[in-house]
């Protein structure tokens, strides 16, 4: 390959939870490793691989610079989104006034649901669900109504449609948001699954959030179809949520944005987004998206998605030859797993506290996944170097799941 996943950076000391939080007392942290055993960062959902070199580039590049006043996000930001949203997902007719910055995902949910809602009312989620949608929601008075996610005969995730439109009608419902790709569960939606929400959403006057901040990362073999492209109603009743942040690593910059059709709903949401007069575009956060939406962008992803697909076909197979007992979707979208533990628990006569601890204690720092509504599960990244995953899966086996 062209660009480096197989180095493994230390990250100690440079500003990362991932690694620097481990073993902090009072957090949701994963606990320390026992002596001898280096910690394996499986927890945050951010990568363990440099970004693509056009980004530090790119900011290095501004920074030299030396005015950093105020400013303007300019026309080759917004081109360089209506460009990548072209080409990587299909869509067209998008302009630059459909596009709004956002400090953050989840502070573009909350501001959008403030436009859709009352506090206090009730919102639509799948579950199991991202934790930061449980934490931001209930923060800002709303109310969530959970449809679960059902396994079909074939493991695979599907939504519940009779389910959601019962919870709908009896909880009085007019806002969803919807996680496209699914986080924790890694399903990258069919176009009729989409059609089916959004036939179902728009019989009963729901409107949609839509976090997609997922939607580059999806393996091969599948194809992100965003939520606002199924229909014109869906274009016009949907608040798309994006950000290069999980994509190409930028979390820590600082710097996603919407995509709204609807006037009405973009011009209230973009005034509730500017009250805590706050959310507002670093400089270095917007050369670094131009950077990462540019031709090396472009083929350092390609490259990114086929290293991530290979480390989730070795995890899943390796699961699947070993780990008796436990049972996880092999995800076509997202580098997480959500491993469902309920049977090697209950023939082991293992808690899942004590399941995550023997995993902690040998340096596999993986997450709690009761806190994504996953009563005896574990959520796992796999953005590492494939070494260091084949590292922490020996490790589980010799040390964590042989009881």
């Known amino acids: 390959m062209k660009y480096d996943f197989t180095s493994i950076i230390d990250r100690r000391g440079r500003d990362a939870i991932a690694v620097d939080h481990i073993g902090l007392p009072g957090g949701f942290a994963p606990g320390a490793p026992r002596e001898g055993f280096d910690a394996i960062p499986m927890w945050v959902a951010d990568m363990n691989f440099p970004t693509v070199p056009a980004i530090p580039d790119a900011i290095i590049e501004r920074a030299k610079h030396p005015a950093y006043g105020y400013f303007s996000p300019s026309d080759d930001y917004y081109n360089a989104i209506i460009r990548w949203q072209e080409g990587r997902n299909g869509v067209t007719g998008l302009s630059k006034e459909h596009i709004g910055y956002e400090n953050g995902v989840l502070g573009?949910?909350?501001?959008?649901?403030?436009?859709?809602?009352?506090?206090?009312?009730?919102?639509?989620?799948?579950?199991?669900?991202?934790?930061?949608?449980?934490?931001?929601?209930?923060?800002?008075?709303?109310s969530i109504v959970h449809s679960p996610l059902?396994?079909?005969?074939?493991?695979?995730?599907?939504?519940?449609?009779?389910?959601?439109?019962?919870?709908?009608?009896?909880?009085?419902?007019?806002?969803?948001?919807?996680?496209?790709?699914?986080?924790?569960?890694?399903?990258?939606?069919?176009?009729?699954e989409l059609e089916k929400a959004m036939d179902l959403f728009r019989k009963h006057d729901v409107y949609v959030v839509s976090d997609e901040i997922w939607s580059d990362l999806v393996l091969d073999g599948y194809?992100?179809?965003?939520?606002?492209?199924?229909?014109?109603?869906?274009?016009?009743?949907?608040?798309?949520?994006?950000?290069p942040s999980k994509t190409f690593n930028l979390a820590g910059l600082i710097g996603s944005y919407h995509i709204i059709c609807n006037q009405r709903i973009r011009d209230r949401v973009m005034k509730e987004s500017s009250l805590c007069h706050y959310n507002a575009m670093n400089v270095l956060s917007m050369h670094a998206l131009i950077a990462a939406y540019g031709p090396q962008g472009q083929e350092w992803l390609d490259e990114l998605r086929q290293v991530l697909t290979g480390n989730v076909d070795?995890?899943?197979?390796?699961?699947?030859?070993?780990?008796?007992?436990?049972?996880?979707?092999?995800?076509?979208?997202?580098?997480?797993?959500?491993?469902?533990?309920?049977?090697?628990?209950?023939?082991?006569?293992?808690t899942i506290d004590e399941l995550e601890k023997a995993g902690w204690d040998v340096g596999v720092a993986w997450q709690d996944g009761r806190m994504f509504h996953g009563p005896c599960h574990i959520r796992m990244n796999l953005a590492l170097p494939l070494s260091r995953v084949q590292e922490a899966f020996d490790r589980l086996d010799r040390y964590v799941f042989r009881g």
């Open 314 to 350: 070795f995890a899943c197979d390796y699961i699947a030859a070993r780990f008796d007992g436990v049972k996880v979707f092999r995800p076509q979208g997202t580098y997480m797993l959500f491993l469902d533990c309920t049977e090697w628990c209950k023939a082991h006569g293992k």
């Open 150 to 192: 059902a396994l079909d005969e074939n493991g695979v995730w599907r939504m519940d449609f009779e389910d959601m439109e019962r919870k709908i009608v009896d909880n009085h419902i007019h806002a969803a948001v919807f996680c496209s790709p699914h986080n924790p569960c890694g399903r990258v939606w069919e176009r009729w």
């Open 223 to 243: 194809r992100h179809i965003p939520t606002q492209s199924v229909s014109e109603d869906a274009r016009q009743r949907t608040v798309a949520m994006y950000a």
């Open 108 to 142: 573009g949910v909350v501001s959008a649901l403030n436009v859709l809602c009352s506090r206090g009312d009730k919102v639509l989620l799948h579950s199991p669900t991202y934790v930061g949608f449980t934490n931001s929601l209930t923060n800002n008075g709303y």
